[in-house]
Nanobody
């Protein structure tokens, strides 16, 4: 079992930056691929980024490529999402998720554990 707790959300102006963090419990964190998924009001959940257990592989949604960076520190059981050049359309609740497999995935249903989310609001 893995428990995930997100932090770092908030209100930021367009063009600004935020860094989200996700702290995970469990000794096997290093063997899980991790992801960030977001959900805007009235919309379905959307894949944002994923990172393999070794951090060797990453994957991003086209909408965030070049602006967002996912990373992890297995010694701290933490995964991060650095978000730069934020846009109002990035406004959403951002969820951290873990997959009981080492490889990245863009498929939301393949994530096994979820955090409760952190709100990111980008004003224009």
């Amino acid at each position: 079992q893995v428990q995930l707790v997100e932090s770092g959300g908030g209100l930021v102006q367009a063009g600004g930056s935020l860094r989200l963090a996700c702290a995970a419990s469990g000794r096997t964190f290093g063997y899980y691929a991790m992801g960030w998924i977001r959900q805007a009001p009235g919309k379905e959940r959307e894949f944002v980024a994923s990172i393999s257990w070794s951090a060797y592989s990453t994957s991003y949604a086209d909408s965030v490529k070049g602006r967002f960076t996912i990373s992890r520190d297995n010694a701290k059981n933490t995964v991060y999402l650095q978000m730069n050049s934020l846009k109002p359309e990035d406004t959403a609740v951002y969820y951290c998720a873990a997959r009981r497999s080492s490889g990245v995935t863009t498929k939301i249903h393949e994530y096994d554990y979820w955090g409760r989310g952190t709100q990111v609001t980008v004003s224009s």
